[in-house]
């Protein structure tokens, strides 16, 4: 009876224990079911542990998921990306549900029309947004004497007890200007002009990465996201003091973040969220009750706006979130400086790897894990990791968002695969990396797959496109390399990062239905290839959207491209020159003495040097029908 068996079954009876105490309260609340989303009040993606209401009923840890709690019954819906890792994690109590992808019928809303009837589902109208709320009330239409119920008080919350995580009590801290681009003030008049030309009073503002943008402020209450727990509203018109902010949190703040925030901010307390808006919202004048929101305000604060007697007027993404997402300048530059560093540690931590495997020592993917943010640690104006690192070997690597802990992890071998995507939090910008590497002698499957995977690679970072193009347009380009031979991946080929924030940042990426890629957006490019209780492969760059140089321009339209940000070496014996093209081998070569050049310049270890040169020594052409590449 091993200790990871002991700590799992701790886990299970924690969740187990709080999952019945939360079907005890149904009865009290006229309920038989409730409805628990993985996010936060904010609508976060990745949220605090003390808000991880999932978690503490399930056990499981993705960072998308959407669960319904019934009397006999509890189903957890989550995407493709963490089916494999829901069924690992989750206790016997659950069942997991497949979420269908995109622009196909929703199978958990025909799972909800075959509930019986009188199903009356409770939710929590802090963590509901209007828009699924909708969709969910439609749904149950169809399903007699059924109703969503709107219960204030949260029923995990009631019965969650000494379990449940504090929240960080880390201070706030200033983002400094000469890394911002961009200063609180300057972003404040931003917001405000913004208001003046939609002819609306206030900006409510519920999302945390909008908040630590819009103020040049970073907290940590998010584990891997330097973001703090608050609402933001932005008048058009000044207070009596002059201040057009009203922020309500109860984090603590530094020294420097007290100072700016004392000139430019009015602090109020974070629960008095609702009061607060309905205070601003009835205090404006009869013929100026507009009020601006984005689609993450939950409908706890909408219903606040409107019973002060104004008119909630949704913008589909917030003057600030379409802002955040085009770097300035100085943010551009801090992205290419930072992956400079950031590809210097990767790349001395996997020299480091391929020397101890060769020695015959032992070292678990936790291990790993570790020791790579040790080397990212090392480096100048790092702050943190900017997620948990996926270190992932053999079958390990096929659940896209594997982490392994200390006592559930397997020993690094020669025999397959390791795949590692792994990240940092640095002053001047966040970086997010996958590389697959082999330590022994790879599988011709393996082989053809990685290259198959590095090709579509390539497809994404030399694509050219003319300026008002959405995301999805490229997907199909992407995957091509992938499509010929049958194969393809189940999750999204790319995802917005954001300026020292989350790593994970919309509305923008490849693949995405609505946003368009516009020059200064930084996104990932991240294909792969999954053999289920097998291997994974996955290769992923950062890439910043610049202007394409062109023989034409037809229409006088401008074209864009990508610069790769990510400076690390590609698995030289996982590549097949004779699946690639001649140019694509140019690129890889040209890539390559690019990352020699760039990471030589900030090394001085000889021994790292001689790696680097062995690893970026140009690719050679072969008539064989496959050369390994040594």
């Known amino acids: 009876y091993s200790f990871c068996t002991l700590l799992q079954t701790t886990r299970t009876m924690g969740c187990d224990r709080i999952l019945n ?44 998921a959407q669960v319904f709690v019934l009397e006999k019954e509890a189903a957890l819906w989550t995407d493709s990306r963490y089916w494999l890792q829901a069924e690992k994690e989750m206790t016997s109590s659950w069942t997991m549900k497949k979420s269908s992808p995109p622009g196909v019928p929703c199978e958990k809303l ?14 929590d109208p802090q963590l509901m947004s209007e828009a699924l709320l909708e969709q969910y009330q439609k749904t149950l239409e169809n399903v007699e004497d059924s109703a969503l119920v709107p219960i204030e008080e949260n029923l995990v ?89 009203q922020l309500f949190t109860d984090a603590e703040f530094g020294p420097e973040a007290r100072d700016q925030t004392q000139s430019l901010v009015v602090v109020h307390p974070y629960l008095s969220i609702t009061k607060g808006i309905q205070q601003l919202a009835s205090s404006l004048p009869a013929d100026s009750k507009k009020v601006l929101h984005s689609e993450a305000t939950s409908v706890a604060i909408l219903s606040a706006i409107k019973s002060a007697g104004c008119t909630p007027v949704k913008e589909e993404h917030s003057c600030i979130m379409k802002k955040k997402i085009i770097k300035n300048d100085v943010e551009r530059q801090g992205f290419i400086d930072c992956h400079r560093r950031d590809g210097a540690a990767l790349s001395q931590f996997l020299m480091w790897l391929e020397d101890q495997i060769a020695a015959g020592v032992k070292v678990t993917e936790y291990e790993a894990s570790e020791k790579v943010a040790s080397y990212r640690a090392a480096q100048p104006l790092f702050h943190s990791l900017s997620f948990g690192s996926i270190s992932s070997y053999q079958e390990n690597a096929a659940i896209i968002h594997y982490r392994p802990t200390e006592t559930d992890c397997k020993v690094i071998g020669k025999e397959g695969t390791y795949l590692l995507d792994s990240g940092g939090q640095y002053l001047d910008g966040t970086t997010d990396v996958t590389r697959t590497t082999h330590f022994g002698t790879p599988t011709e499957r393996e082989i053809e797959s990685y290259t198959l995977v590095l090709k579509a690679n390539m497809n994404v970072k030399n694509a050219v496109w003319p300026t008002n193009t959405r995301g999805c347009q490229l997907e199909g380009i992407c995957r091509q390399s992938l499509w010929k031979y049958g194969l393809n991946y189940g999750h999204g080929t790319s995802h917005g990062v954001g300026h020292f924030l989350g790593v994970h940042d919309g509305p923008v990426g490849i693949g995405n239905l609505k946003a368009v890629l516009n020059e200064g957006s930084v996104v990932s490019n991240e294909p792969g290839f999954y053999v289920d209780g097998e291997f994974g492969i996955r290769i992923e760059n950062l890439e910043l959207v610049v202007p394409a140089e062109t023989k034409y321009r037809f229409n006088d339209v401008q074209y864009l491209t990508f610069r790769t940000l990510t400076m690390v070496p590609y698995e030289r014996k996982l590549i097949d020159v004779s699946l690639l093209t001649s140019s694509e081998i140019d690129w890889i070569n040209a890539y390559h003495a690019t990352v020699l050049k760039e990471l030589s310049s900030i090394s001085k270890d000889t021994k790292f040097k001689a790696w680097l040169k062995k690893k970026c020594a140009p690719l050679v052409t072969s008539d064989t029908k496959r050369r390994k590449v040594d």
């Open 157 to 245: 919350d009631k019965v969650w007890g000494d379990d449940r995580p504090p929240l960080s009590g880390k201070p706030l801290i200033v983002h400094p200007v000469e890394y911002a681009g961009m200063s609180a003030s300057d972003k404040i008049d931003f917001v405000v002009e913004h208001l003046k030309t939609q002819n609306a009073s206030l900006a409510m503002f519920s999302q945390l990465d909008e908040i630590a943008y819009l103020l040049n402020l970073r907290g940590a209450d998010t584990e891997f996201t330097p973001i703090f727990t608050a609402y933001c509203i932005v008048t058009r018109d000044p207070d009596s003091d002059g201040k057009h902010v």
């Open 110 to 123: 025909k799972w909800l029309k075959t509930l019986q009837k009188g199903t009356r589902i409770g939710y």
């Open 21 to 64: 105490a939360l079907r005890s309260q149904f009865a009290s609340f006229g309920v038989n079911g409730y409805f628990i989303p993985s996010c936060d009040a904010h609508g976060s993606e990745y949220c605090p542990s003390f808000v991880n209401r999932v978690k503490a009923v399930s056990n499981f840890t993705g960072s998308a």
